[in-house]
Nanobody, 122 residues
Framework: QVQLVESGGGLVQPGGSLRLSCTTS????????MGWYRQVPGKQRDLVAS???????KYTESLEGRFTISRDNAKNTVYLQMNSLKPEDTAVYYC????????????????WGQGTQVTVSS
C-alpha cells in the first residue's frame, strides 16, 4: 500500500520560511511525478508545484520565486521550500503522487498524504 507522509508544517511569522517534506513508503522512482497542493477551508485544493521523475519542475505562476520544489531520491523524499511566507499562504499542504504521464499541467494522481498545516501569522 502506497503511503505518502508529510511533515514540516507549523506556525511561522510573515516573512519566514518553512520546508515541507513528503516521504514515500516505497521507491520514489515508482512515481512518474509528484506535486504539492494546498487547501484552505471552503475552497478547492490548488496545485502549488510539481516535479517529475526526471527532475522537471513546474510552479503555480504566483508562487514561483518564493517556493521551490525538489527531491532527494536516496531518501525517497520530495521537499517544498517556502520562503517569504505571507498570511495568505496559510493552508493545509498536501503531497500527491501519480504513476503515469499526462500531457499539460500537473493533474493529481491517486495517492495523497494526510496533509500538514502551515499557518503564517504574527
Amino acid at each position: 500500500q502506497v503511503q505518502l507522509v508529510e511533515s514540516g508544517g507549523g506556525l511561522v511569522q510573515p516573512g519566514g520560511s518553512l520546508r515541507l517534506s513528503c516521504t514515500t513508503s516505497g521507491s520514489i522512482f515508482n512515481f512518474y511525478a509528484m506535486g504539492w497542493y494546498r487547501q484552505v477551508p471552503g475552497k478547492q485544493r490548488d496545485l502549488v508545484a510539481s516535479i517529475t521523475r526526471g527532475g522537471i519542475t513546474k510552479y503555480t505562476e504566483s508562487l514561483e520565486g518564493r517556493f521551490t520544489i525538489s527531491r532527494d531520491n536516496a531518501k525517497n523524499t520530495v521537499y517544498l521550500q517556502m520562503n517569504s511566507l505571507k498570511p495568505e499562504d496559510t493552508a493545509v499542504y498536501y503531497c500527491n503522487a501519480k504513476n503515469h504521464y499526462t500531457p499539460g499541467d500537473y493533474t493529481p494522481g491517486d495517492y495523497w498524504g494526510q496533509g500538514t498545516q502551515v499557518t503564517v501569522s504574527s
